[in-house]
């Protein structure tokens, strides 16, 4: 997908001299299962938008165990830790599981032009709205939930994945053991 297509469509940007100026300044890159886009306890330097494939998001506990915290599978799905706008390091890992287009929008070009194009700070509400609805549903399914009832939320919420990514990874995820989610699988 173009960049212009992408601005049009997935993050619908209206203003046409943002828009060029987005096109000039952003990137599309192409990630191949098992990349790394990011670096934990790194500053990220670039705000991202999944165009197509899937990255798995993950943190690494003081010894070095991975728990995985999320999946973007859909286009415009934001692909940024909590710290993305505050020059803070990375506290979240993404990692390619599918092979992926990535749409990288500088944290510097949003930060400097985000006063000059009030559409940019309506985009950094939106991410932030979409980041914490998003968290909150996960708390609730982790929460309120049953072990198969957490299987059946994730089948729901990301159709075929579940053919693509580790088991480790999405029992992760759902918060149960790898055993416990093969017993479920195979009921």
Known sequence: MDT??????????????????LEKECLTETFRRGDAINEI????????????????????????NETTTSFMIHPGDIIAGSRMLDGG????????????????????TVLKRRTQFPELMDLQMHMLAQASLYHWDCRKMLYLKTGQERYEW??????????????????????????????????
Do not use: M, W
């Open 41 to 64: 306890g790194k500053t990220d330097s670039y705000v991202r938008f999944l165009i197509t494939g899937a990255v798995r998001g993950y943190i690494v506990d003081h010894k070095g």
């Open 154 to 187: 994730f089948l729901q919420h990301y159709p075929g994945l579940i053919d693509c990514v580790p088991h480790k990874d999405i029992a992760s995820f759902l918060n149960i053991s790898p055993v416990t989610l093969s017993r479920i699988r195979h009921r």
């Open 89 to 108: 390091p990375s506290e979240i890992g993404f990692i390619v599981i599918q092979d992926a287009e990535i749409f990288s929008i500088p944290v510097e």
């Open 4 to 21: 212009l297509t992408f601005l049009s469509e997935i993050i619908p940007v209206q203003n046409e001299k943002l828009r060029r100026i």
